[in-house]
T-cell receptor, first 118, second 113 residues
């Protein structure tokens, strides 16, 4: 069963360093989402892709954050000049939607990357 | 802006008890409401509800949606320690660029033996 795969599982970094996370979605899924979750909160939407196109970015996503999905398959999320406030669980999710928007979103989540910025 | 409010935020019960978790929402162009269970890492899908008044059921879990009152409940009967988790409610709203999910804070359920 190849679900959504994320790596690394954990990342500890010093403030000011750059970090990059990878997400491999379920292979036939055309949509890929990034969410951020802090302790005691629900996941907060960051951005999503349909195939290789980045269709929406949250206001939460500062200029230090960039996401790519170059070939419409895996995605990377990079955080530049990390700050302590970036410490969180970064969740990736994928789904399949038809082009006519007749399908509802049913996201399948990966296990996340836990980022700790010291 | 879409909004989801869950209550209670935490709940402690004994095995065998029945619990009801609440989710109220405000969303532009509602498409669906989803429930997820999050034990350690990845939220896992439980239910998707799109129509009012139709109960979705899976074993001891059931959920129903009231689109008029903008409300959903998740029921768990005969709770077991394995039901201990955070239960997340999310709504799917139609945006100009496509739909996406907005999550509530979650309800932390603890089932003691």
């Amino acid at each position: 069963d190849t679900g959504v795969s994320q790596n690394p599982r954990h990342k500890i970094t010093k403030r000011g360093q750059n970090v990059t996370f990878r997400c491999d979605p379920i292979s036939e899924h055309n949509r890929l989402y990034w969410y951020r979750q802090t302790l005691g909160q629900g996941p907060e939407f960051l951005t999503y892709f349909q195939n290789e196109a980045q269709l929406e970015k949250s206001r939460l996503l500062s200029d230090r954050f960039s996401a790519e999905r170059p070939k419409g398959s895996f995605s990377t999320l990079e955080i530049q000049r990390t700050e302590q406030g970036d410490s969180a669980m970064y969740l990736c999710a994928s789904s399949f939607v038809r082009g006519d928007s007749s399908t509802n979103e049913k996201l399948f989540f990966g296990s996340g990357t836990q980022l700790s910025v010291l | 802006e879409d909004k989801v409010v869950q209550s209670p935020l935490s709940l402690v019960v004994h095995e065998g008890d029945t619990v009801t978790l609440n989710c109220s929402y405000e969303v532009t162009n509602f498409r669906s409401l989803l429930w997820y269970k999050q034990e350690k890492k990845a939220p896992t899908f439980l239910f998707m509800l799109t129509s009012s008044g139709i109960e979705k059921k899976s074993g001891r879990l059931s959920s129903i949606l009231d689109k008029k009152e903008l409300f959903s409940i998740l029921n768990i009967t005969a709770t077991q320690t394995g039901d201990s988790a955070v239960y997340l409610c999310a709504v799917e709203g139609e945006e100009t660029s496509g739909s996406r999910l907005t999550f509530g804070e979650g309800t932390q359920l603890t089932v003691n033996p």
